[in-house]
């Protein structure tokens, strides 16, 4: 039960470490609006660059996917593209090194009704960790999110653990509904639910844009029940703004 306390704190540390950070180089008009809707853009590929070895989990991707269909407004369809580069060397990532591997390997962009978005999977830690503090994922652009694949690695599918599938499946849907604009980062609130203490972020414990809690165990959900979905405040804001 201790171990299992630490790896919740873990944890939830990780989620507040989640930044939220506005730079993109490459697509830095793209709105929420943009993905969930399909006012300019009727179909979406996810672009998913991996480092070898850290190959994203397979049912995590068909997740996002489903929740993707769930939620966009995309009648020509969403479309994963998986492929792998060499290891970096890399021991750290600072979102400035991801931005330039996103520079130099990205190949899908914005094109005519079509829409991108850009997921990479590291192979080694966020540079900003700091002792128990590690960041799983990030969102650092409009159409840009990274996922640290060796500290994901590192807390789930172990004995006592959470699956890897769960977790990089929150991980995953967290990220891209920052992208989608949630919580107040670009789409609307329809009722007032951001958690001030933690920007961007719902103030629903149950909600898988819940960045944590003191007395919330969102590690012992992940393990014991279901994935975190969305609460209703989250969909109804994504409804609001063009979403399904
Ligand atoms: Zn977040
Ligand atoms: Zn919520």
Redesign the pocket.
């Known amino acids: 039960m201790k171990k299992v306390s630490k790896y919740l704190m873990l944890v939830l540390i990780a989620?507040i470490a989640?930044a939220?950070n506005k730079q993109d180089p490459i697509d830095l008009r793209l709105t929420p609006n943009d993905y969930l809707s399909d006012k300019h853009y009727d179909k979406l590929t996810v672009e998913l660059l991996y480092v070898e070895g850290h190959a994203p989990n397979a049912q995590a991707v068909d997740n996002l996917e489903a929740f993707l269909n769930e939620r966009l407004n995309k009648p020509k369809g969403i479309y994963f593209i998986e492929r792998s580069i060499p290891a970096t060397g890399n021991h750290s990532f600072s979102i400035s090194d991801i931005e330039d591997i996103e520079k130099a390997e990205r190949t899908q962009y914005r094109n005519k009704r079509n829409l991108a978005a850009f997921i990479f999977y590291t192979d080694a830690e966020y540079a900003g960790n700091e002792g128990d503090s590690k960041t799983l994922g990030v969102q650092y652009g409009p159409s840009s999110m990274a996922l640290f694949e060796p500290t994901i690695d590192e807390y789930s599918g172990g004995l006592g653990q959470v699956s890897e599938e769960k977790l990089q499946s929150a991980v995953l849907i967290?990220e891209f509904c920052?992208v989608l604009g949630l919580v107040n980062n670009g789409t609307k609130m329809q009722q007032d639910h951001e958690d001030y203490n933690n920007p961007?972020?719902c103030d629903n414990e149950d909600c898988l844009m819940y960045?944590a809690s003191n007395t919330g165990d969102m590690l012992g959900i992940l393990i014991q029940g279901e994935r975190p979905e969305l609460d209703q405040q989250c969909i109804d804001d994504l409804r609001a703004n063009g979403g399904k």
């Open positions: 989620f989640i939220c967290h920052h961007y972020h960045y």
